[in-house]
Nanobody, 127 residues
Framework: QVQLVESGGGVVQTGGSLSLSCAAS????????MGWFRQPPGKEREFVAA????????YYADSVKGRFTISRDNAKNTLDLQMNSLKPEDAAVYYC????????????????????WGQGTQVTVSS
């Protein structure tokens, strides 16, 4: 059974930093591309970032580029999202997701391309 479990959410002030992690089990982690999505309150889910299975290629939403960094550790089956310079509009429930095989700039933001999803972790940014 595939399981993705996010952690690291919490409350942070505007301009602060937060690091999210996603632990994967029951899946051959290294052959999956991984992504982070978020759903702000009252809004649709949106793409945040993605990383190829090899950890070589990364993709970011324009809204987080330069502030967020996605990375993975295939030896530990973990996916991370380092979030810096947080803004109130970054507040959301953050989800990690797994997509079998390769990813590119066209596929990375497409939610239905990801087969497995975590339960989400809440990030609150106070002004």
């Amino acid at each position: 059974q595939v399981q993705l479990v996010e952690s690291g959410g919490g409350v942070v002030q505007t301009g602060g930093s937060l690091s999210l992690s996603c632990a994967a089990s029951g899946v051959s982690f290294s052959i999956y591309s991984m992504g982070w999505f978020r759903q702000p309150p009252g809004k649709e889910r949106e793409f945040v970032a993605a990383v190829s299975w090899s950890n070589v290629d990364t993709y970011y939403a324009d809204s987080v580029k330069g502030r967020f960094t996605i990375s993975r550790d295939n030896a530990k089956n973990t996916l991370d999202l380092q979030m810096n310079s947080l803004k109130p509009e970054d507040a959301a429930v953050y989800y990690c997701a797994a997509r079998w095989g390769a990813v590119n700039s066209h596929l990375a933001p497409v939610g239905y391309e990801y087969k497995y999803w975590g339960q989400g972790t809440q990030v609150t940014v106070s002004s």
